[in-house]
């Protein structure tokens, strides 16, 4: 059981809707932590399996979750077209970074939040499946109040992409590998999972970004699966979640 409560948000000229998940009050936890969490558009992220596991144990836990759409995603989709093509489009098309807009509307998201009183400094996370894992991260590297971060199968570099095979030389491509915001992520607790030989995304690329962090003095766990391919089982979902919750769990004691 869940609350559900949809509201606006506005970011340097922007509009857009944040979709609030509550436990109910008599299960709300004594200091709820909050879980900005994403994948391919906001209601799969909060209602599809498997990649909703993590909404489903902070809920179960009495936490809160929201998720919200992104450039070519949900209610987000425009000229640029629509998925991964839309991202690549507005950033080689049209020379418009979708990632720092995502970064920035989810810092609006976090100042709304800590004005309506849903979240709390030191008590917010990130996780995200595949491009949003890569959001995920993303945005742990760029937003000081996030306390940790998970990312199911991510993308790690944008190259290894067949939406992007036309680009790996351009520097705006190569310039947005997490290898690069290594050292941005020291200091909180980073999760990752993929399977052992995810062609889609890249198993060895995500290793790199691990050996990144831990080179960087990062705390970071990074589990190899046995999903095949580009996929992720509720194990490796599981496994983040706890780790996740671990981060919140002596306030809740």
């Known amino acids: ?6 509201f606006l948000v506005a970011a340097d000229g922007r509009s857009f809707t944040v979709t609030l998940l509550s436990p109910p009050p008599e299960q709300l936890a004594a200091e709820p932590a909050l879980l900005m969490a994403f994948a391919s558009g906001r209601e799969k ?6 990649c ?29 077209g629509e998925g991964i093509h839309a991202l690549r489009n507005s950033l080689v ?8 807009i995502f970064a920035a509307d989810a810092g609006a998201v976090i100042d709304a939040c800590l004005r309506r009183g849903v979240a709390a400094f030191g008590r917010i996370a990130v996780s995200g499946t595949s491009r949003g894992g890569y959001l995920a991260l993303y945005l742990l590297a760029h937003e000081a109040r996030l306390t940790a971060a998970a990312g199911f199968a991510p993308v790690t570099d944008w190259r290894v992409l ?18 690069h915001y290594a050292a941005d992520m020291v200091g909180r607790p980073i999760f990752m999972s993929i399977g052992n030989d995810d062609a889609r995304v890249g198993t060895k690329d995500c290793v790199a970004l ?7 003095g990062a705390e970071v766990e990074c589990i190899l699966t046995d ?15 706890d780790f996740l919750l671990c981060q919140f769990a002596a306030a809740d004691q």
């Not at 059981?1 to 949809?6: A, L, N």
């Not at 992220?45 to 498997?50: G, R, S």
């Not at 691990?210 to 960087?216: Q, S, T, V, W």
């Open 45 to 50: 992220t909060l209602f599809e399996a498997p």
């Open 162 to 179: 067949s939406e992007f095979a036309a680009d790996v030389q351009r520097e705006e491509v190569g310039g947005l590998a997490l290898v």
């Open 1 to 6: 059981m869940f609350e559900r409560e949809d």
């Open 93 to 100: 098309v049209g020379g418009v970074d979708p990632f720092a």
């Open 227 to 241: 999903d095949a391919g580009h996929t992720m089982g509720v194990g490796g979902y599981k496994r983040g979640a």
């Open 52 to 80: 909703n596991h993590t909404t489903d144990a902070f809920l179960a836990a009495g936490h809160r979750v929201l998720s919200f759409d992104y450039t070519g995603h949900g209610e987000r989709i425009d000229h640029f």
């Open 210 to 216: 691990r050996n990144a962090l831990k080179e960087a």
